[in-house]
């Protein structure tokens, strides 16, 4: 069983930065594919990013790529996002999952496991 834990959301001007991180209990997480999905208000949850057990592949939805950054460090069992030049769209609640896989994936149903979800509002 893993359990996960969002922090650092926040409100932010546009061009801002922020840094989520994802905080996982159980032993197993440093073999799963974790990723990084948002909602806006009446939106359905689309992904934003994702990486690979050990971090040596990611992969990025085209709307962030080049502004945000995931990366992991297992040692402390954590997956962070870093946003930077953040925009008004990229308003949202942002989830991490996590997949026992060894392959990444974007698709929601393939993620076992999720977080309660961190709010990240941009002002424009």
């Known amino acids: 069983q893993v359990q996960l834990v969002e922090s650092g959301g926040g409100l932010v001007q546009a061009g801002g930065s922020l840094r989520l991180s994802c905080a996982a209990s159980?032993?197993?997480?440093?073999?799963?594919?974790t990723g990084w999905f948002r909602q806006a208000p009446g939106k359905e949850r689309e992904f934003v990013a994702v990486?690979?057990?050990?971090?040596?592949?990611?992969y990025y939805a085209a709307t962030v790529e080049g502004r945000f950054t995931i990366s992991r460090d297992n040692a402390k069992n954590t997956v962070y996002l870093q946003m930077n030049n953040l925009k008004p769209e990229d308003t949202a609640v942002y989830y991490c999952?996590?997949?026992?896989?060894?392959?990444?994936?974007?698709?929601?149903?393939?993620?076992?496991?999720w977080g309660q979800g961190t709010q990240v509002t941009v002002s424009s």
């Open positions: 990486i690979n057990w050990n971090g040596g592949n990611t």
């Open positions: 159980g032993r197993t997480f440093s073999s799963y594919v």
């Open positions: 999952a996590a997949a026992p896989r060894l392959r990444m994936t974007t698709r929601l149903d393939e993620y076992r496991y």
